[in-house]
């Protein structure tokens, strides 16, 4: 089952919108609250940033799958 991430949370005025969720599974959706990483939309995908003790750099990573053709 997937959990479905506000990247602004709702009690910020974050919207419950295509636009500002990501889904996750349940063990990354806690690692996203809980472990530092940050998650943002870069053209329509979610990118997601580590922590500096895992990447001192803080380089964004590509997330969710490769489209399958239709």
């Given amino acids: 089952r997937c959990h479905a991430h506000h990247i602004r949370f709702w009690g910020h005025g974050g919207d419950t919108s295509l636009d500002n969720l990501v889904l996750l599974c349940?063990?990354?959706?806690?690692?996203?609250?809980?472990?530092?990483?940050?998650?943002?939309?870069?053209?329509e995908l979610p990118w997601f940033t580590p922590p500096s003790w895992i990447d001192p750099d803080r380089q964004p990573r590509p997330g969710g799958r490769p489209l399958v053709p239709l």
Avoid at 27 to 37: L, P
């Fill in 26 to 43: 349940r063990h990354h959706h806690q690692v996203i609250h809980h472990g530092h990483w940050t998650v943002q939309i870069v053209d």
